[in-house]
């Protein structure tokens, strides 16, 4: 029997697999991928880049791999992120300790041996005392529920499951698009030019904001490497995680002119500051967020040429920043060329996909290629997809049916020896994801070092701490506008089975708070935990 077994190679699994062996515990990382990365192993489609400033998303942890590795942008597209975590893997030695190309289809703890016992879909068998699930929050793609999809005889991709074997031709192409989150935004704007003729599924807009992306100069890459303790250190301070922390004043106390001050200079400024480094009013109050969404419209209505177009790009159903803000490069300016067009999904809907294209409620197109931008089964699909099973067999699908529940987002009451790791109810998803994964990771490695020298193999989770979290998560979305939104942020998904309501999938309280809560718990010697 191993003493743990990964599973997921992204940027959770990469870093959890190394403190692990650090620890010297005999560990191995499962992936259905065929190398590590995670996200950036899988999100192989045109304009895939960060939205996070590159230099925030590296790992903190190794002052070598710091001073080693250069991000040659800002905001660095997946090839490059890739790039960057092969190079971990390989400058850390892991990949002796990962298997890939295995699908693992359940896992079930056993109480006579305290282990988990790990089955691939080939066969493949795993057993191990602890178990780490690194399987991501936007790691289960899904499609939309349009009939016919399996009769189009063209070329159709999830953006998800990108060919990786081949170039997808773009020249001279009729293409679809389905599907405007961050995703489809990526890959509109970056596909415009190159294609025949594009038309735009769109079933909502999203508030979108310029990513002002550039390349990083000699003189800014030194900087950046002289300066990680700083930046570092900034992002251990905002709610997110981010170079981006809400301005402090309050909205109420400056002038108009000085908000728009604000709001232009934050418009123009790379990455989230558009989204995070304004007003906390704009996301509380319902009058300010209707001033800044109104700001927000004007700029689109400003760079989009057809006025009944920019109208349709403007999102209706909510206000700027309550769902995911896709930060774009020119993608309402896509819009201005002849050859490309927007259908509103939610005024003439599709009705099936034909062999040939796409027939909505009014009219029938013909496509080489349709692009489904249609997202993830956000939060717990991955886990949804594995028969995982605690203590007497108790099935953690069921146990989740009405939405995830969990201590701390780390651990599940039933379910011995499992660390989630970036899970649904983690400060990840809320936050810039690589800080958060890496509290969550060094927690967990420093967890299992306080079992070792304790001599305890089993934790789990009591069902009283559990049932607090749970009720703490719940209470931070009342009321809130992330309560109301459609969005995954709220754990809705109408292409799955019962997620078409809010479930609590999210620490909403900060990326510091969740950091606080986890080092009071392991500080009180791991309250709310059953220990043996
Ligand atoms: C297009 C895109 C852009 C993004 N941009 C940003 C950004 O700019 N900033 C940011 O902070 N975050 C961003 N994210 C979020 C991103 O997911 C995280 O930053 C991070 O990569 C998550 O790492 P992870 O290790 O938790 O999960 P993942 O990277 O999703 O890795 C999970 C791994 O688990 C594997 N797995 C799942 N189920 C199984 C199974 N049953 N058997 C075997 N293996 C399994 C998967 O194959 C996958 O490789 C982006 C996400 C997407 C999709």
Request: net charge negative; with cysteine; aromatic share 12%.
């Given at each position: 029997?191993r003493?743990?077994?990964?599973?997921?190679?992204?940027?959770?699994?990469?870093?959890?697999?190394?403190?692990?062996?650090?620890?010297g515990?005999?560990?191995?990382t499962?992936?259905?991928?065929?190398?590590?990365?995670?996200?950036?192993?899988?999100?192989?489609?045109?304009?895939?880049?960060?939205?996070?400033?590159?230099?925030?998303?590296?790992?903190?942890?190794?002052?070598?791999?710091?001073?080693?590795?250069?991000?040659?942008e800002?905001?660095?597209?997946?090839?490059?992120?890739?790039?960057?975590l092969?190079?971990?893997?390989?400058?850390?030695?892991?990949?002796?300790?990962?298997?890939?190309?295995?699908?693992?289809?359940?896992?079930?703890?056993?109480?006579?041996?305290t282990?988990?016992?790990?089955?691939?879909?080939?066969?493949?068998?795993e057993?191990a005392?602890?178990?780490?699930?690194?399987?991501?929050?936007?790691?289960?793609?899904?499609?939309?529920?349009?009939?016919?999809?399996?009769?189009?005889?063209?070329?159709?991709?999830?953006?998800y499951?990108?060919?990786?074997?081949?170039?997808?031709?773009?020249?001279?192409?009729?293409?679809?698009?389905?599907?405007t989150?961050?995703?489809g935004?990526?890959?509109?704007?970056?596909?415009?030019?190159q294609?025949?003729?594009?038309?735009?599924?769109?079933?909502?807009?999203?508030?979108?904001?310029?990513?002002?992306?550039?390349p990083?100069?000699?003189?800014?890459?030194?900087?950046?490497?002289?300066?990680?303790?700083q930046?570092?250190?900034?992002?251990?301070?905002?709610?997110?995680?981010?170079?981006?922390?809400a301005?402090p004043r309050?909205?109420?106390?400056v002038s108009e002119?000085?908000r728009?001050?604000?709001?232009?200079?934050?418009?123009?400024?790379?990455?989230?500051?558009?989204?995070?480094?304004n007003?906390a009013?704009?996301?509380?109050?319902?009058e300010?967020?209707?001033?800044?969404?109104?700001?927000?419209?004007?700029?689109?209505?400003?760079?989009?040429?057809?006025?009944?177009?920019?109208?349709?790009?403007?999102p209706?159903?909510?206000?700027?920043g309550?769902?995911?803000v896709?930060?774009?490069?020119?993608?309402?300016?896509a819009?201005n060329?002849?050859?490309?067009?927007?259908?509103?999904?939610?005024?003439?809907?599709i009705?099936r996909?034909?062999?040939?294209?796409?027939?909505?409620?009014?009219?029938?197109?013909?496509?080489?290629?349709?692009?489904?931008?249609?997202g993830?089964?956000?939060?717990?699909?991955?886990?949804d997809?594995?028969?995982?099973?605690?203590?007497?067999?108790?099935?953690?699908?069921?146990?989740?049916?009405?939405?995830?529940?969990?201590?701390?987002?780390?651990?599940i009451?039933?379910?011995?020896?499992?660390?989630?790791?970036?899970?649904?109810?983690?400060?990840?998803?809320?936050?810039?994801?690589?800080?958060?994964?890496?509290?969550?990771?060094?927690?967990?490695?420093?967890?299992?070092?306080?079992?070792?020298?304790?001599?305890?193999?089993?934790?789990?989770?009591?069902?009283?701490?559990?049932?607090?979290?749970?009720?703490?998560?719940m209470a931070?979305?009342?009321?809130?506008?992330?309560?109301?939104?459609?969005?995954?942020?709220s754990?809705?998904?109408s292409?799955?089975?019962?997620h078409?309501k809010?479930?609590?999938v999210?620490?909403?309280?900060?990326?510091?708070?969740?950091?606080?809560?986890?080092?009071?718990?392991?500080?009180?010697?791991?309250?709310?935990?059953?220990?043996?």
């Amino acid at each position: 029997m191993r003493d743990a077994v990964i599973i997921g190679a992204g940027v959770a699994g990469i870093y959890m697999l190394y403190r692990l062996r650090e620890l010297g515990l005999d560990t191995t990382t499962l992936d259905t991928a065929g190398g590590p990365g995670g996200t950036w192993y899988w999100n192989r489609y045109p304009g895939a880049r960060f939205d996070s400033e590159s230099y925030s998303y590296g790992y903190s942890f190794s002052k070598e791999i710091l001073e080693e590795w250069s991000w040659s942008e800002h905001f660095s597209g997946q090839p490059e992120t890739l790039r960057y975590l092969e190079y971990v893997v390989d400058k850390l030695d892991l990949r002796p300790h990962m298997q890939f190309g295995c699908q693992v289809k359940s896992a079930h703890f056993d109480s006579s041996e305290t282990c988990w016992n790990v089955e691939m879909e080939d066969g493949r068998r795993e057993k191990a005392r602890f178990l780490f699930t690194a399987l991501g929050i936007l790691s289960a793609a899904t499609l939309p529920r349009i009939e016919g999809r399996d009769d189009y005889e063209g070329e159709a991709f999830h953006t998800y499951l990108w060919p990786r074997d081949h170039e997808v031709e773009l020249e001279g192409r009729r293409v679809a698009v389905i599907g405007t989150g961050a995703t489809g935004v990526q890959v509109i704007q970056t596909i415009a030019p190159q294609v025949d003729e594009l038309v735009v599924f769109q079933r909502r807009p999203n508030w979108c904001a310029p990513l002002h992306n550039a390349p990083i100069d000699d003189e800014t890459q030194t900087r950046i490497k002289g300066s990680y303790d700083q930046i570092f250190g900034r992002m251990a301070e905002t709610h997110g995680s981010f170079l981006h922390g809400a301005d402090p004043r309050s909205y109420h106390d400056v002038s108009e002119a000085e908000r728009l001050e604000l709001w232009e200079k934050n418009y123009a400024s790379p990455g989230f500051g558009v989204w995070l480094a304004n007003f906390a009013e704009v996301f509380l109050e319902p009058e300010a967020n209707q001033a800044y969404s109104k700001f927000i419209a004007d700029k689109i209505r400003g760079r989009v040429d057809d006025p009944e177009t920019a109208e349709k790009l403007i999102p209706r159903d909510h206000g700027f920043g309550m769902q995911r803000v896709p930060l774009e490069t020119k993608y309402y300016e896509a819009y201005n060329y002849d050859h490309v067009r927007l259908v509103d999904a939610s005024q003439t809907p599709i009705v099936r996909i034909t062999r040939e294209g796409i027939q909505t409620s009014e009219e029938e197109f013909e496509f080489d290629l349709i692009i489904y931008a249609t997202g993830f089964d956000a939060f717990t699909g991955s886990y949804d997809r594995i028969d995982i099973r605690g203590v007497d067999g108790k099935r953690l699908a069921e146990k989740w049916a009405d939405g995830p529940i969990s201590y701390l987002g780390t651990h599940i009451a039933g379910f011995p020896n499992m660390f989630m790791l970036a899970g649904p109810q983690s400060a990840s998803a809320a936050s810039n994801f690589p800080p958060s994964i890496e509290v969550g990771v060094d927690w967990a490695a420093r967890f299992v070092e306080f079992m070792q020298s304790k001599g305890i193999t089993r934790v789990e989770a009591s069902d009283a701490a559990e049932g607090a979290w749970t009720k703490d998560i719940m209470a931070a979305y009342e009321g809130t506008y992330f309560a109301k939104a459609k969005s995954w942020f709220s754990g809705y998904n109408s292409n799955v089975d019962g997620h078409d309501k809010l479930r609590h999938v999210m620490f909403l309280g900060g990326a510091p708070a969740y950091r606080a809560r986890l080092t009071e718990v392991a500080d009180a010697g791991y309250e709310g935990f059953e220990l043996e």
